[in-house]
Structure formats: structure tokens, C-alpha cells
């Protein structure tokens, strides 16, 4: 049974450009969540997705969207990278409802910001 | 706002010792409460959980009970081994906020043999 599954897992881009992050979730599960991990820091919640809208929204900036597709998975994107943006993004997925908050995460992908 | 403070770290031990790692937390109602692991290039695994005050949470061999007077979920093992060495996040949910999880800064655990 295949888990959370993320690409890239490592990128490299420069400041100004946009960057998509995709993830396709747990089998069975269908509501899918994004956290910015910066170096040596915990994980800082970016937003959720249930039934391909926004359901919940961290303290992040417009900047950073996403998106929910019907088979679950889901993509998030970054306009107008700043260096601070440098950090591993994990993508979590749950079941929705009372099982909400038992979350499995993928890897992550690697972003660097030049 | 919800906010999860651990130990500072790292903490290096020698197997078979015992392990504490401290974990308090501010939050409105009765949040859940979490331990995760994150092993070298992997992603965080739920280690235990807790979802009412003083339910204890176990898994192989860690413990943590939910204290709500002391506001506190530490993290203990009787027996620390080599492979137990990995980032250990402490976490909280909130009662309204479903898979929106809110972490502590991690604590680095090295276990030498």
C-alpha cells in the first residue's frame, strides 16, 4: 500500500519564479494538507484541502495556492519565490471526519531559493 | 492561538538509557495531542497519541500521558536504542481545527552504542 507520495524531492530555483509541488495521497484518503518545514524548525501548517476546495488556511500569503483534484491529489504552488521560502514542503493526507487528524506525510520536497 | 514548546535539544544518550523529552502547549477547549518521529530523509510518522486529558498514549516502548493541570505531554522510554535516534516532534490539534496540526520546534535525539 503505497503511502504519500511527493515530487520533485529536491528543486532549485531563483528569486521571482513560481514553483508547483505535487502530491498524491494515502489510498483511501481524501483530504490532503501542506506544511512549510523550514531547517532545524518544526512544521508550519500552509492549508488543506477536502473535496477540491480550501478548507482551512494557515498564516501564509497569498502567494502560496493549491489545488485538489477528484482522485484527491493535489498540487501546491508558490508565485514570486523569496529566498525565506527555502524549506522542505510536506504534503499530509487523512481521512475526513473523526480521523482527521491522523496525519501521513510524505518525504517532502526540497525547495532552494538562489 | 495554539502554541507547543519543547525541550531545547539535542539530546545525545547511550543505549538502554532512559529518555525524556519535555513538551508543553497553550491552547483553547481540549486539543489532542501528538508525538511524531521523522527519521533521516523520511517523512514525520506518528509515533502516539492522546485525545482527552489523562489518556496515555504508547508505541514501541514510548509513552506520553496528556496532563491538562500541567498543561505537558512528555515523551519517555524506559530503554533507548540506536535506532531510536531521529527528530521527535511534539503536536497539538485543535478542538474545531481537523488535520490542522500545530508542532513544536523538534528535538534531536542521538543515541550512541
Known amino acids: 500500500d503505497a503511502g504519500v507520495t511527493q515530487s520533485p524531492t529536491h528543486l532549485i530555483k531563483t528569486r521571482g519564479q513560481q514553483v508547483t509541488l505535487r502530491c498524491s495521497p494515502k489510498?483511501?484518503?481524501?483530504?490532503v494538507s501542506w506544511y512549510q518545514q523550514a531547517l532545524g524548525q518544526g512544521p508550519q501548517f500552509i492549508f488543506q484541502?477536502?473535496?477540491?476546495?480550501?478548507?482551512q488556511r494557515g498564516n501564509f500569503p497569498d502567494r502560496f495556492s493549491g489545488h485538489q483534484f477528484p482522485n484527491y491529489s493535489s498540487e501546491l504552488n508558490v508565485n514570486a519565490l523569496l529566498l525565506g521560502d527555502s524549506a522542505l514542503y510536506l504534503c499530509?493526507?487523512?481521512?475526513?471526519?473523526?480521523?482527521?487528524?491522523?496525519?501521513?506525510f510524505g518525504a517532502g520536497s526540497r525547495l532552494t531559493v538562489l | 492561538g495554539n502554541s507547543v514548546t519543547q525541550m531545547e535539544g539535542p539530546v545525545t544518550l547511550s543505549e538502554e538509557a532512559f529518555l525524556t523529552i519535555n513538551c508543553t502547549y497553550t491552547?483553547?477547549?481540549?486539543?489532542?495531542l501528538f508525538w511524531y518521529v521523522q527519521y533521516p530523509g523520511e517523512g514525520l510518522q506518528l509515533l502516539l497519541k492522546?485525545?482527552?486529558?489523562?489518556d496515555k498514549g504508547s508505541n514501541k516502548g514510548f509513552e506520553a500521558t496528556y496532563r491538562k493541570e500541567t498543561t505537558s505531554f512528555h515523551l519517555e522510554k524506559g530503554s533507548v536504542q540506536v535506532s531510536d535516534s531521529a527528530v521527535y516532534f511534539c503536536?497539538?490539534?485543535?478542538?474545531?481545527?481537523?488535520?490542522?496540526?500545530?508542532f513544536g520546534q523538534g528535538t534531536i535525539l542521538t543515541v550512541h552504542p
Open positions: 503536536a497539538l490539534a485543535g478542538g474545531t481545527s481537523y488535520g490542522k496540526l500545530t
Open positions: 484541502y477536502y473535496e477540491e476546495e480550501e478548507r
Open positions: 492522546a485525545t482527552k486529558a489523562d
Open positions: 499530509a493526507s487523512s481521512l475526513s471526519g473523526g480521523g482527521a487528524n491522523v496525519l501521513t
Open positions: 489510498s483511501g484518503h481524501d483530504t
Open positions: 491552547a483553547t477547549g481540549y486539543p489532542s
